[in-house]
């Protein structure tokens, strides 16, 4: 199957800066002691946001069913919200046994006459990928008898983590999207959101500060993204990779393959997100912009530290504790720094060595970088007299028996923190978690236990 | 009782609320006290349903995974990474039991897990649920027989106070509770197999998600070959049963398809008064059954005036169904995630084994949707009242406490459809 990624040459990413370091592919899990998604997941994580595609998991109950409708990545498609629809082939014994194939066929064809997306995408898993079933041909076929893409995505749970499966989504993506088709017009000023999903409408809280400086968004990979966009996806100016690592391999051979640059970014926090458009305008090299872009940075930095004040005044000398992992380890931080939060420490055993560099220069020479933070959490909320954990779920035992603050950042928040005005969301919702009686209540002995 | 449709043609689930059999079985598992729940397969499976379970309880949930990897699928018959998952899962905690529970993944390739389980010495229950075969509630319903099938021991004597409870994998932990407190209510000693009441409700433990906590320990499922009385509930536990009477020949066994409703409480208490010769339950029973009659009455107005589409395991479907029948309220389609013997029972017009597509293609057929959190957007586009059941629902937080059973339970469920029903008065239909 020639469409099928080289999953070696993924796992051994040359644009990968710490690359040099690793010598064993990191996708192996350990039986019994694994907590991260699967491939599947990474790719639908990826792919997802297409609204106007149908995503058709080719496989038994457990991939979709339990994953539909669980992010909730914006969209201002005007048609039918395909994110936030279900579809999959949910074979059985008999399809085990005697292929699963003309199942799948027919589930295309019912989609397409149902809902005629502008795209399928067609998921293999572990099962229809051990028994073989041929998604490439069956695609393939489909694609040339409706006049649609069809993109066979080949990332079944099983062949490793979930950062490898949100590559094998950007290779699908590459394979079968980019460069299908032509722009109507081109702009010196036009990028590719790369690896933003627009959770929670993540994204609309800077791409309009984007438009305003005539910059343009090309095409997304893919929050709130349309199918017909990133197929144009090759005449963008430069890439934008939005706070992910999943998706170098891609921009690298998108440079490769029609000379587009990258920069990768993240949109959390005042700093970051200044920093993000002026490297952006930067990357776009051209004088006037540079000039317009400082001058945008200026003056919604200038509104949001007005807007902040009040919760400046509120935050201050407070401190906190962060446990979470990835590139939230800087990120949330620099956005608690923004609001004047003093981050005490962070965890950083979930994190990439280019994470921990970044918590390191984030936090200063002071923070304590955690290894082990489920022991050291609640010893540094002692010695620190932290206010606040930022934290998962499992840690709100840790702050109820300290008597101190919790937010939870690692479930599916409810509205976005990214860019300027995100920060806003967040300052709202950290002051009330600091205002809120509820940690110390809670922790209120029982009567008959005094 | 309506037309039944078991089986279509369908190529595909659009939207589908079916859940899978691995899910059922962790959930099972999680019954267990100090349980480690390890699903075989890959890695994703666990995780997914990890994070789908943690968001519907909003309880830390333990699980692990054999994290089977494509050239271990390939190369290994489970030997090595369900060993490999007992070593390492023992490394850090001390479980009572690993409930060993297989994905389509090595069924597909034909793992025999019984055989490598039994080379390990540890205490470990196998349950054989593909999820490319049956569905959440069978996967429940299968590892509650593997857990009296692979544990209990046989027995000749019979504790006549002792009775054990099978509740369905739809009965969330407050109504297994209720259940158990109503029959301890007549005198017995009841326990639960699984036992979620007290693993997955509300509780601050201080080494949490580790392994499961509360649940019916190892050794008092061992030691159920004594009880006198088994009581299913659900047409999916039966067999769970039967099983459990292999293991005393002298054990009664009463069964009921769901405990929703007046008729159905009242099947379960003439039943108890039988079994203790009692001539009357105790008085908050009598109570209460004042109190649903009341509620049937209160209620029955707009219910009447209102049609209902029902999404639900089978089990559950009948029970809710029978609710709303009981109180006038009309169910013109109840769709089941599978098929079962239970949907000749139902009372609706139409039966069907379908997906939530087809509620949204029978939009004008009802007023009122029951069903899990995908019904939601469903109600939300088609301008419906609805009322959210079953699993999983992530747009409430209580799930834990959500009681429809019994005479008190029934008041509940009735009040909130019945209000639901009437609050859609006022929408116009776009």
Known sequence: MASKPKIKELLDESACEHNKTKKVACNAPTPGATTGGCAFEGAQISLFPYADAAHLVHGPMTCLGTSWETRATGTSWQGRDLTQMGFTTDVSLNDVVFSGEEKLVKAIDYIMEHYSPEAVFVYATCVTALIGDDIDLICKQAAENFGVPMVPVHAAGFVGSKNLGSRLGGEAALAHLVGTKEPQESTPFDINLIGEYNVTGDMWQYTPLLEELGIRVLSTLSGDGRIADIRTAHRAKLNVIVCAKSLVSLTRKMKERYGIPSISLSFYGKRDTSKGLLAIAEALGDDDLNVGTKALVAREEARLEEKLAPYKTFFQGKKAVLNTGGNKTWSIAAALQDLGIEVVATAVKKATEDDREKARETLGDKGVLMMNPGVEQAKLIDETGADLLLAGGRSLYTAIKKGIAFADVNQEKKRSYGGYDGLLNLAEDLKNALQNPVFKNVARRAPWEK | ?430
């Open chain 2, 1 to 430: 009782m309506g037309e039944v449709i078991h089986k279509r043609d369908k190529p595909l689930q659009v939207n589908p609320f079916k859940l899978s059999q691995p899910m059922g079985a962790t959930l099972a598992f999680l019954g267990v006290d100090k349980c480690m729940p390890l699903m075989h397969g890959g890695q994703g499976c666990t995780s997914f349903t990890k994070v789908f379970f943690t968001r519907h309880f909003c309880e830390p949930i333990a699980i692990q995974t054999s994290a089977v990897t494509d050239a271990i699928a390939i190369l290994d018959g489970g030997d090595y990474s369900i060993v490999e998952s007992v070593k390492n899962i023992t490394k850090k905690v001390t479980p009572s039991l690993i409930g060993l529970h297989t994905t389509g993944l090595p069924e597909t390739k034909g793992d025999d897990i019984r055989g490598v389980a039994r080379q390990i010495e540890f205490p470990m229950v196998t349950v054989n649920t593909p999820d490319y075969e049956g569905g959440f509630e069978s996967g429940w319903a299968k590892t509650c027989k593997a857990l009296i099938e692979q544990l209990v021991e046989t027995s000749e004597v019979v504790n006549d106070n002792k009775l054990v409870l099978l509740p369905h994998v739809s009965l969330q932990p407050i109504e297994i509770e209720k259940i158990k407190e109503f029959i301890e209510g007549f005198g017995f000693n009841v326990l639960a197999v699984p036992d979620l009441s007290s693993s997955l409700d509300g509780h601050l433990g201080e080494k949490q998600a580790a392994l499961s906590s509360g649940g019916i320990s190892v050794d008092e499922i061992r030691s159920l070959g004594d009880a006198g009385l088994v009581i299913s509930v659900g047409d999916s536990m039966q067999e769970s049963a039967v099983a459990l009477q292999h293991k005393n020949s002298e054990m009664r066994h009463h069964h009921f398809s769901h405990l929703n409703g007046l008729v159905a409480t009242d099947c379960l208490v003439e039943v108890l008064l039988e079994e203790t010769g009692f001539t009357r339950p105790p008085i908050t029973v009598a109570r209460w059954r004042q109190r649903l009659q009341d509620a049937m009455l209160d209620s029955h107005f707009s219910l009447g005036q209102k049609r209902f589409l029902v999404a639900a395991e089978p089990d559950q479907l009948a029970a809710i169904c029978q609710s709303l029948h009981d109180a006038g309220g009309k169910v013109t389609i109840a769709i089941a995630t599978v098929d079962s013997p239970q949907l000749e029972k139902i009372a609706a017009d139409k039966v069907i084994v379908g997906d939530l597509e087809d509620a949204e293609i029978a939009a004008n057929e009802y007023d009122v949707i029951i069903g899990n959190f995908h019904c939601e957007a469903i109600a939300h586009r088609l301008h419906k009242g609805l009322v959210l059941r079953g699993f999983p629902n992530w747009e409430q937080v209580g799930n834990a406490l959500k009681n429809d059973v019994l005479y008190e339970g029934g008041c509940y469920l009735l009040f909130e459809a019945a209000n639901t029903a009437s609050s859609r008065n006022e929408v116009k239909h776009a």
